[in-house]
């Protein structure tokens, strides 16, 4: 292809996907659509696998059996959202193999927020509330975006999210309401989650130069910015319903602007624990590396029966 | 057939819902074999009732027509308009026809 068809194509691409249209596996794509969805989807792949880590922790410490299921139900659903973005990364012509190695090296990255630790059971419902909470916000609109096989990963996904998010509400709610120590233990979650959650979201749109790439693509259809202010203006009322406080002194609604006004996220402690040195970066590799590990039998033992069965199929055929 | 690095072959998922509905695709898994494949599909892609029978297909079987070829299958029929009722004048007093 010449220089100036690729541009025509280019073009082409960029009124397609302007007018709504969806792209699927064999269409033609610029190769930076193509490398850039691979990276975030495996990205995103990566961080529902390393999100089960935190929440495993208290699967056996659950404080009852009620909420024992309710959180290896949700443990679950990660470990299938994984697969599902895999998947829609494997329709681009990765192969899964190549993406699970970057994660388990330490080449690729997943979500920061699985770098922060999980001391107590208030915890599991911060995580539920705010970060799957957040994570849903960003799911929600990349129910739109314009690659097909991403876009249905998402509608799954956000569909079994919402469950997430709800028992996450629901163990901070008891909490909030129970003795002072379980009030305080709750209070205590949100001050250490509140932040994090905000950078979820990723730099401030000014510090966000392959934004607008993705805009123009539509593979993100709102700016970090945007998605923020969204999330903080539905959390802010959930925390005050259970009289809990948002750890934020600048906070507070701003009739003009018809959203909550909000104080300075702490962008080096985000750019740090991407670097490596949040409070549980190694230990989560670390934890990764050795359930990957302990599942090879699993996996070789898969492949034995599976040779086995062959076998014996081919056998009973030529017998009859 | 050609396999992954892991050794495994990629399998497309198709769910029936309920009788009386077609299967539908819904993804694809890793899996060494179609029985295993189903009960990964169970796993994955079943875990609310989504469905009550499964197909699983290895995805290098699938033979599908090529978005370059698109104008050439699919264009004959869009001038075709005497294909649909609403080429054809019934008076109102006829009703529902
Ligand atoms: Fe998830
Ligand atoms: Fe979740």
Known sequence: ?320 | MSNNKDNWKIWEIFIRSKNGISHKHVGSLHAPDAEIAIKNARDVYTRRSEGISIWVVPSDQITASKPDEKEQLFAPADDKVYRHPTFYHIPDEIGHM
């Open chain 1, 1 to 320: 292809m010449s220089k100036e068809e690729m541009l025509d194509m280019e073009a082409r691409f960029e009124r397609y996907v302007a007018a709504e249209n969806k792209v699927e596996p064999k269409d033609w794509m610029p190769e930076k659509y193509r490398k850039t969805l691979i990276r975030q989807i495996s990205q995103h792949a990566h961080s529902e696998v390393v999100g089960m880590l935190p929440e495993a922790n208290w699967i056996t410490r659950a404080p009852s059996l009620r909420r024992k299921v309710a959180l290896l139900a949700k443990v679950q659903d990660e470990a299938g959202h994984g697969l599902y973005l895999y998947s829609a990364a494997e329709t681009m012509g990765a192969d899964r193999q190549d993406l699970i190695e970057d994660l388990l090296s330490g080449k690729a990255k997943y979500s920061s927020i699985f770098n922060y630790p999980t001391p107590t059971w208030a915890d599991i419902g911060a995580i539920g509330w705010l970060v799957d909470g957040a994570a849903i916000a960003n799911q929600v609109m990349l129910c739109r975006t314009s690659y097909g096989p991403y876009a249905r990963a998402m509608v799954r996904i956000c569909k079994e999210e919402s469950f997430h998010q709800r028992q996450g509400y629901e163990i901070m709610m008891a909490l909030a309401a129970g003795t002072p120590a379980q009030k305080k233990m709750a209070q205590d979650a949100l001050n250490r989650w509140w932040w994090p959650s905000l950078m979820m979201f990723g730099p401030t749109d000014e510090n966000s130069p392959n934004s607008a790439l993705s805009m123009k693509w539509r593979i993100k259809r709102k700016s970090n910015d945007e998605l923020r202010q969204e999330f903080i203006d539905k959390t802010v009322p959930q925390a005050e319903f259970i009289g809990l406080t948002v750890p934020d002194p600048d906070l507070k609604w701003n009739e003009e602007r018809g959203h909550y006004d909000f104080g300075e996220i702490d962008w080096q402690e985000f750019y740090d624990v991407i670097a490596g040195n949040g409070k549980c970066n190694k230990q989560r590799l670390h934890a990764r590396n050795v359930a990957h590990d302990n599942g090879r039998w699993v996996r070789e033992a898969a492949n034995a029966y599976a040779e086995k069965q062959a076998k014996r199929r081919k056998e009973e055929s030529s017998a009859a």
